[in-house]
């Protein structure tokens, strides 16, 4: 099984300068180290299982430009009812990636309810998702994944990693000063 | 014996709510409106139907309450101008979400809330919701104003502006 920084490797070196990246929980600080790009939010002292509905509305509003989200699984199960809302208003440039570690890992990697017997692709496949994947190998998703950026989603990707040790994440400023100043980084790139 | 079920409130009759429903579509148009994103209920359904008729609104219904704060947030981030519209019930479910999504990014965003168990304030009832629902915006500090009848525009620009210039989320409540 992969770690998340394989992962993070295969997933910056696919990301076109344009994508929006958004972030959460146990992603946010790892993704962040690999890129500073005004166009990367960090879903962090928000609202948990609200990183994913956020990507979508982002997705509405900027159909010209690819938006993922990578979100937990533990973030996910909390929302579930967020992959129908998606598939039921499907924005074709969402791309919505769960890390599944099966732990909540910012508080000390307790299991996650299901961990081991929920399967987060069937979720996506009930959901009625066009594009569902699933990796647990770097090297196989750095083949494969290029070709599911190019087709119209909204795509869900599973990747299945080995739990990290990464601490909670926080700002160092407002939520409020960071939502304006991706604002702006969304309109000054979008003209 | 179990109880009996009765009907929870008299509802208006529905030739009134779909002109006030008209009214409200043409105030939210006349504030360019681009997305209207909740969940509809018994006084908001003729919103979505006539909403889902107008090419220049695009209706995004979700599962819970929660997901509207947050997708409207992603919208206004991304530029559109969206509005909210869910029952006090769900406002009530989507605390967190509100918190964390349109509050703490500053979002000015409007939300027309229907208030469930209005009529029934004073009186008793096993219904607890309205007797929360203010009390709950008012600890949240979410402004608020009542939606007027024959001034459903005119209320809806006010809370509008308030939402501009506070940078932050209003409520406007559907009795």
């Known amino acids: ?191 | 014996m179990p109880p009996k079920i009765i009907t929870r409130e008299p509802a208006t009759d529905e030739a009134t709510m779909r002109e006030r429903s008209t009214r409200i579509v043409a105030g939210l148009l006349d504030l360019d409106i681009t997305h209207a994103v909740g969940v509809a209920d018994n006084m908001s359904r003729f919103i979505f139907d006539e909403l889902n008729e107008d090419p220049s609104v695009s209706v995004v219904p979700v599962c819970r309450e929660g997901e509207a704060w947050a997708i409207a947030s992603g919208l206004w981030v991304g530029g559109k101008r969206p509005v909210v519209l869910i029952q006090n019930t769900g406002f009530l479910e989507a605390g967190d979400a509100l918190r964390g999504t349109a509050v703490d990014m500053g979002v000015p965003l409007p939300a027309l809330i229907g208030y469930r168990g209005y009529r029934s304030l004073s009186t008793p009832t096993p219904d607890s919701v309205a007797s929360l629902f203010e009390p709950t915006l008012r600890a949240w500090g979410l402004p608020y104003h009542f939606l007027q009848e024959n001034k459903e525009g005119e209320t809806l620009r006010a809370a509008f502006m308030e939402a501009q210039s506070l940078g932050q989320p209003v409520a406007v409540l559907m009795t």
């Open chain 1, 1 to 191: 099984m992969m770690t998340r920084d394989e992962c993070f490797a295969v997933l910056h070196e696919l990301r076109r300068h344009d994508v929006v990246v958004i972030t959460t929980m146990s992603a946010a600080a790892p993704w962040a180290r690999l890129s500073d790009s005004s166009l990367n939010f960090a879903s962090v002292s928000s609202a948990m299982a609200h990183a994913a509905d956020f990507a979508m509305g982002i997705a509405l509003a900027r159909p010209e430009r690819q938006v993922w989200v990578l979100n937990g699984d533990g973030s996910l199960l909390m929302s579930l009812g967020t992959l129908v809302t998606i598939c039921q208003t499907p924005p074709p440039n969402l791309v919505h990636f769960v890390l599944e570690n099966n732990t909540y890992e910012v508080t000390g990697n307790q299991l996650i309810p299901g961990a081991g017997k929920a399967a987060m692709v069937q979720f996506a496949h009930g959901a009625g998702f066009p594009q569902v994947h699933e990796f647990q190998c770097a090297e196989t998703m750095s083949r494969e994944l290029p070709a599911i950026l190019e087709r119209a989603g909204p795509a869900f990707v599973n990747l299945r990693m080995a739990p990290g040790r990464e601490p909670a994440p926080s700002l160092d400023r407002p939520l409020s000063d960071c939502a304006r100043e991706f604002r702006q980084a969304l309109e000054k790139q979008g003209s």
